[in-house]
């Protein structure tokens, strides 16, 4: 069902076709022939209309569990009025044509998708939709008014007469594109709120999706590279012969990135089983690297060290010192969090095919911009002379926004002279992540003579992500990431100070799924649920006493909490947790139930409840989906995640010493969508953050023991 | 030359008998619905069928399976009840983990039509799923079965 399409393909396509081009004042719609005739603009959004009755939409977002193969045409289909049954879609091409209008970029993150591409798709829907209308009020001789688009045909009542999408598109086609089509009364809309059925299911099921690691080329060589297992580490040695000699080795090449630095030593060879061998080969010899000292306690102590350390301002209201002297209980906490690895299911892996007049790059990424920058930059060809084919993506979580394994791949295609497949191994995946970043924070709060909170001080010390991907969004010395969600901050409370101590480390840090919320989400909500307690309240209770001019959390938190049976008694050795988070646009509390075995410390999630505001409800099915699986992954971190930092690098390299959630782990999970109709918010990350102080509230109030650090130690809950 | 039998076809492939036949049905035989995950046999991915019961791909020398029944992901029906209960109960996020979760739940039902949601469980916790499909192929087994059971 999903296949890329060439612009010349796309053309050639007889029918009706509608773009948007993207223009500083707005959008602007175009025709085939508009498109055909005008090189210089740059349309961004595709549908068309077969005489065949099938309507396509190209996706300019990449599939990575998210369900925007699904989404995105519903919205189109919807305000085209069309048949659900007939819609189709296609994999934008990597370009200017299909950047996203909001973001400037052909990326897929930061839970946007429907966000950013709402409006000009219900656009482009109702032009073409406008434009058949049209076609067949002409073609009957009777006013465009008479006329009505209902399931993929145009009708005309009076006269009872019908004419189908696919025998309009023709005609249609040849009318101008309405510049500012009328968009339908929400109360209309057909398929937007509805759950169904995803688009991309059955080639999930029987085999079929086209994974990254799924590509051929013909003439291809696999490669496999020996890395260094240490950060800065330098070869002492190597025996170049040796993998050479290997049946299939043809070539031994020396890696170095544009971005990422020293990559190692690849060897590129017939097979992959070739590949293996001759990186085997190549017993390589390692010095001590570049940080020898570094293990997870030196990280500990450099995290602490740095809370002692000034930083900068990033939040001050009222007078916080004044406020915690004033205060007649102070409660202070100190939270740690590891470094976390993504673990996509499907490893890094691309395949380049490099030519003194080209380059084809099939790559399962969320950067489609990167990806077509970096590999310009490495071949010294333009933007359009590349080809970036996107793939399924076998999970993202942000890690896929990275182009290191394309830079890789890129050079060797352009050194061999040969299409190259490069797939990492689970290890070299493991180790050489750009994690989400370990932190550390300290909180001092303070309640007053009337158990009100009053004051809130809170020091985050982080390493930071954009000051390395995006720096023009750095400011004032701020990662916008390192703060997110501390700062801005639902509750309110009178006197807050919040302060970011930058550490820089030799780890590598990227956007890990909800990105500084995965860590801020946990120590705030965590922090309140320790005042509340100190405050002798209700955690509940207390939370909505800080947000009443705040109706979204308040919301979320209410519905949570009654689904979830809040005042219900537990059996002896239960606890139940709640927490709340904005991130991305959306709003999401979570009440956690969870067992502890004291005796032989062991931590069970029992039953989650969820409630999400996102606005705008698109498909139900997929922000349920997404709600159970940001709460699956969040569950994960916070009991089994972390890097083990050894010697210098990462020890950690499998499912052996990296272990995620499993069936048996998995609480059953009930989600409840608030339909506030508000701003359209993000679903891919929002289900995330609330789980793991839900989770760790509700250790508490099982055992009466904070959890302050991550992942959770059970056996430091045994009773002894 | 090795001969293998795969999904009821035999392949002859130029290949050293020591090579895992994970990559030997994927990387030569193209059948790419199996798919690589860890290499440890700790995530299940690569769960195929030899002679009829559940195993994991990455950990079987080509060698060692020659002369068995080699089933994949494209060797079961558009039709069984698992692959038509997954997309009922539509499982999928990525997708990348489901041909081995249904690997996995076809040898289970065809030893057990009426598991308990221990025995789910217990022979399913060896299949990872980062997008946290759990409960949905806890579902999908379910209508399965009862399909199995007609």
Redesign the interface.
């Known amino acids: 069902m999903s296949r890329q399409l060439t612009r010349r393909e796309f053309l050639r396509l007889a029918g009706l076709t509608v773009a948007i081009s993207l223009a500083p004042s707005g959008y602007r719609l175009l025709s085939a022939e508009e498109i055909a005739k005008d090189k210089s603009f740059s349309p961004n959004v595709w549908l068309q209309i077969t005489p065949d009755n099938i309507v396509t939409i190209v996706v300019n977002k990449s599939?990575?569990?998210?369900?925007v193969y699904t989404s995105l045409p519903m919205i189109v289909a919807d305000e085209l009025d069309a048949d659900w049954k007939q819609v189709r879609f296609e994999v934008a091409p990597a370009g200017e044509r299909y950047i996203d209008p909001l973001s400037g970029m052909e990326s897929t993150g930061g839970s946007t998708s429907v966000r950013h591409m709402f409006e000009p798709l219900r656009k482009a829907g109702a032009a073409a939709r406008e434009m058949l209308v049209s076609a067949a009020a002409k073609k009957w001789g009777v006013p465009a008014n008479e006329c009505k688009a209902s399931n993929g045909m145009v009708i005309h009542k009076k006269s009872n007469r019908k004419l189908t999408f696919g025998q309009l598109s023709e005609r249609a086609s040849s009318l101008p594109v309405p510049q500012n089509p009328s968009l339908k009364n929400e109360r209309h809309f057909k398929f937007i709120g509805k759950p169904l059925?995803?688009l991309?299911?059955?080639?999930?099921?029987?085999?079929?999706?086209?994974?990254g690691?799924?590509v051929?080329v013909p003439n291809m060589l696999?490669a496999s590279i020996e890395r260094p297992p240490l950060y800065g580490a330098q070869a002492l040695s190597y025996d170049k012969e040796a993998a050479l000699k290997i049946a299939g080795v043809k070539h031994v090449i020396d890696v170095q990135s544009l971005s990422y630095g020293y990559r190692g030593k690849a060897v590129c060879a017939e097979?992959?089983?070739g590949a293996w061998k001759g990186r085997n080969a190549l017993n390589v010899k390692w010095d001590r690297g570049s940080h020898p000292e570094l293990n997870n306690e030196s990280l500990h102590t450099t995290l602490i060290e740095h809370l002692k350390k000034d930083g900068v301002v990033a939040r001050n209201d009222g007078d916080v010192k004044l406020a915690l002297k004033k205060a007649s209980k102070k409660v202070e906490a100190t939270y740690t969090l590891p470094y976390l690895y993504h673990?996509?299911?499907?490893?890094m892996n691309c395949t380049a095919h490099v030519s003194p007049s080209g380059c084809d790059i099939w790559v399962p990424t969320q950067n489609q911009t990167g990806v077509l920058q970096v590999a310009s930059k490495i071949t010294g060809l333009k933007p359009d002379q590349i080809n970036v084919h996107t793939t399924?993506?076998?999970?993202?979580?942000g890690r896929r926004f990275e182009t290191d394994v394309v830079q890789e791949a890129v050079q060797l295609s352009k050194e061999t002279g040969r299409p190259i497949k490069l797939?990492w191994?689970?290890e070299e995946d493991v180790k050489n992540d750009l994690y989400r970043p370990a932190n550390s924070c300290k909180i001092e709060g303070g309640i007053d003579e009337k158990d009100l909170l009053v004051v809130w001080s809170h020091k985050v010390v982080v390493p930071s992500i954009f000051s390395r991907v995006f720096p023009q969004m750095m400011k004032n010395g701020i990662d916008p990431a390192a703060v997110e969600g501390i700062a801005n901050m639902e509750y309110e409370i009178p006197n807050v100070y919040v302060e970011y101590v930058r550490l820089d480390m030799p780890v590598p840090v990227g956007f890990w799924r909800s990105v500084g919320s995965t860590h801020n989400a946990f120590t705030v909500e965590c922090f309140i649920d320790e005042l509340a307690h100190a405050a002798n309240k209700d955690p509940l209770e207390f939370r909505l006493s800080l947000l009443k001019n705040h109706k979204r959390a308040y919301k979320v938190l209410e519905v949570a909490a009654e689904k979830a049976g809040w005042k219900k008694p537990l059996e002896k050795g239960q606890g139940r947790g709640i927490a709340q988070h904005l991130s991305f646009g959306s709003y999401v509390a979570q009440v956690a139930e969870v067992s502890v075995d004291e005796k032989i410390g062991i931590i069970k999630a029992h039953r989650v409840v969820c409630a999400v505001d996102c606005g705008d409800v698109i498909n139900p099915?997929i922000i349920t989906?997404q709600m159970?699986?940001?709460?699956?992954?969040g569950l994960?971190a916070a009991l089994k995640e972390g890097i083990e930092l050894k010697k210098g690098g990462v020890a950690t390299s499998?499912?052996?010493n990296y272990e995620?959630?499993?069936?048996?782990e998995?609480p059953?999970?009930e989600v409840h969508i608030v339909r506030s109709r508000e701003k359209l918010g993000g679903i891919g990350e929002p289900g995330v953050p609330p789980i793991a102080p839900a989770v760790a509230n509700a250790i508490f109030a099982a055992t009466g023991k904070r959890i302050r650090r991550l992942p959770i130690n059970a056996e430091e809950l045994k009773k002894t | 030359m090795i001969t293998i039998e795969v999904n009821r076809k035999k392949y002859q492939v130029d290949v050293s008998p020591n090579v895992p036949l994970l990559w030997v049905i994927r990387e030569h035989l193209k059948l790419t619905g199996t798919k690589y995950g860890c290499g440890i046999s700790l995530c299940g991915a690569c769960t195929v069928h030899i002679d009829g019961k559940a195993q994991r791909s990455c950990q079987i020398l080509v060698g060692e399976a020659q002369g068995k029944k080699i089933t994949t992901i494209e060797g079961i029906p558009e039709d069984h009840p698992v692959k038509r209960a997954w997309i009922k109960a539509q499982v999928p996020q990525c997708g990348y983990c489901q041909p081995g979760q249904i690997m996995q739940a076809v040898a289970l039902l065809s030893e057990k039509s009426h598991p308990s949601d221990e025995e789910i469980m217990s022979v399913m916790d060896g299949n990872l799923c980062r997008c946290g499909t759990y409960t949905k192929i806890k579902k999908a087994i379910k209508m399965a079965a009862k399909e199995v059971r007609k």
């Open positions: 599939e990575m569990g998210q369900g059925d995803r991309d299911t059955t080639e999930k099921v029987n085999g079929s999706a086209v994974f690691i799924d051929f696999y097979t992959i089983e673990s996509t299911m499907e490893p399924y993506l076998g999970g993202g979580f797939i191994s689970r099915a989906a159970q699986s940001g709460i699956i992954m994960s499998n499912f052996n995620l959630l499993r069936m048996h998995a059953e999970i």
